[in-house]
């Protein structure tokens, strides 16, 4: 059984800087792909990033060269870096996995197997 357990929402002013963290259990770590989704009040499931198992990265328009999504092999976690935010950026972010994804479904919520619980991060306007 796959698990994800998320860290590291909170509040952030805007320009501010916060770490989300997801580790990821009972997968084989390296061979699967990992996003990061959001969903603002009101609002659906937005792709934000995701890093392929060959460590591809792939991000929304919304926070590209803003938010970098990384990945630790040996601590199994992926992250998500997020810089200079915007109080459009906030919302529940939840990780996914999947392992098997084509790359033209990268950004395709449905396609993910594997979801986490989602920190909420705020961004006081």
């Known amino acids: 059984q796959v698990h994800l357990v998320e860290s590291g929402g909170g509040s952030v002013q805007t320009g501010g800087s916060l770490r989300l963290s997801c580790v990821i259990s009972g997968a084989t770590f390296g061979t699967y792909t990992g996003a990061w989704f959001r969903q603002a009040p009101g609002k659906e499931r937005e792709f934000v990033a995701a890093i392929r198992k060959t460590g591809h990265t792939y991000y929304s328009d919304s926070v590209k060269d803003r938010f970098t999504i990384s990945r630790d092999g040996t601590k199994k976690t992926l992250y998500l870096q997020m810089n200079n935010v915007i109080p459009a950026h906030a919302g529940v972010y939840s990780c996914?996995?999947?392992?098997?994804?084509?790359?033209?479904?990268?950004?395709?919520?449905?396609?993910?197997?594997?979801w986490g619980q989602g920190p909420q991060v705020t961004v006081p306007s």
């Open positions: 996914a996995a999947s392992s098997g994804i084509i790359l033209s479904s990268l950004r395709l919520a449905r396609q993910y197997d594997f």
